[in-house]
């Protein structure tokens, strides 16, 4: 088989998938269920995917429900993204220790490859835009680069999307076109389940061909196109991106910043959860040995101390901490990146304690500017 072509396996086909991958030396991962919630984790088989689960959310809002049936890829997305295996939370940078002479050491940047079983499109783009930062922009990270390159990607085709979800505005779902070794789309239920595969890369032409597969039927890819369509209508959420850039460029002094202001908590939950916030602090840590350890961790936007420049922080309002992650994330991202900050994936609407939705701040904002440039007269309030 080629690139592009389709087979179908089953249940059997697909943990024989993971073994496949596994024996070929990759550190397999997927979805797993830990803490109440959809995380990525370790799996040697199928046992270890998240069977019978769907996800409820909405704005402030995060349960997972147990079904009792067998379907694995049921629910949206977890609070935890792929992002935190290529860019870990926490990772030591260097060690230097003081023995006669300074010696210092790094970490061993080649860890074997990784396999990611059950992304969801959005994910996979998601991985896409930190590559555009962490890769191939003009301050590469050697460590992103060195877990990421070589990672085998088997994206899981979403038909069950959360209430938060808008990837169909973003381009990036509900079904996968690009950057995965092997796509999925689960169909049926019990012993009728099985999985549509198609092929994205000749990686994932070879590992298909390890596996017992039966041709693919019109049957089979008319359910895939079915579930993918009921996937985007069952989105009610849009973000319309159309001139989206240039309009939050000119409504830097929106009243609307403030008024989200009120209700922000600056916690950096959404910075958290996001699979493209890539923002990182570096800090250095001694013992009474002497040993020094410098440390990167992840660091938010919404921090105090993240615009601090001799003399005080930036941004110490609120409302300019939340402008600037939103106009980052939508605006300016696409003059650094060529690519939106986001991907759809609802995470920062679900995560938020008070349930801020950035796809209601960003219409407020569009319907109060079409407002006033249909017939406002410069320097009069916005509706």
């Not at 509900?174 to 890369?201: C, H, K, S």
């Not at 300016?332 to 609407?349: A, K, L, P, V, Y």
């Amino acid at each position: 088989m080629d690139i592009g072509d389709a087979a179908v396996i089953d249940a059997r086909g697909l943990d024989m998938l993971i073994t496949v991958l596994s024996e070929s030396g990759y550190d397999t991962r997927g979805p797993i269920v830990r803490d109440g919630a959809i995380m990525p984790g370790p799996v040697t088989g199928v046992s270890d995917l998240p069977a019978g689960y769907r996800d409820a959310q909405a704005p402030g809002h995060y349960r997972l429900e147990h079904k009792g049936d067998s379907a694995l890829f049921a629910w949206a997305v977890g609070p935890g993204s792929w992002k935190a295996e290529f860019f870990p939370p926490t990772q030591e940078l260097w060690r230097a220790t003081v023995d006669g002479a300074i010696s210092f050491t790094e970490p061993d940047h080649h860890a074997e490859p990784m396999a990611i079983i059950g992304a969801r499109p959005c994910e996979v783009a998601a991985l896409d835009v930190l590559d555009r930062v962490l890769s191939s922009g003009a301050a590469s990270d050697p460590r992103y680069s060195a877990r990421r390159d070589g990672a085998f990607i088997v994206t899981a085709e979403c038909g069950t999307p959360a209430a938060t979800c808008f990837c169909t505005s973003m381009g990036t779902g509900p079904g996968a076109d690009t950057g995965f070794d092997l796509a999925l789309t689960e169909l049926g239920d019990g012993e009728n389940q099985r999985y549509v595969v198609r092929i994205g890369t000749e990686r994932g032409a070879e590992v298909l061909s390890q596996l017992p597969t039966v041709a693919v039927a019109a049957a089979d890819l008319d359910a895939r196109q079915e579930i993918l369509e009921s996937a985007s209508g069952a989105m009610k959420r849009e973000l319309r991106t159309e001139g989206l850039p240039a309009l939050l460029a000119r409504n830097l002094d929106h009243p609307q910043w403030e008024a989200v202001a009120d209700r922000c908590l600056a916690c950096g939950n959404c910075t958290l959860v996001c699979p493209t916030c890539f923002c990182s602090d570096v800090h250095d840590t001694t013992s009474l040995t002497g040993e020094v350890s410098r440390q990167r961790s992840w660091a938010s936007c919404f921090d105090l101390d993240h615009s601090y420049l001799h003399g005080g922080p930036v941004r110490a309002s609120t409302s300019s901490r939340y402008r600037q992650w939103l106009t980052h994330k939508l605006s300016t991202w696409w003059d650094q990146f060529g690519t939106s900050g986001c991907i759809g994936c609802g995470r920062c609407i679900a995560w938020c304690p008070v349930g801020i939705d950035l796809t209601e701040e960003v219409a407020t904002i569009q319907h109060s500017d079409g407002a006033v440039r249909a017939g406002s007269s410069p320097g009069e309030p916005a509706p």
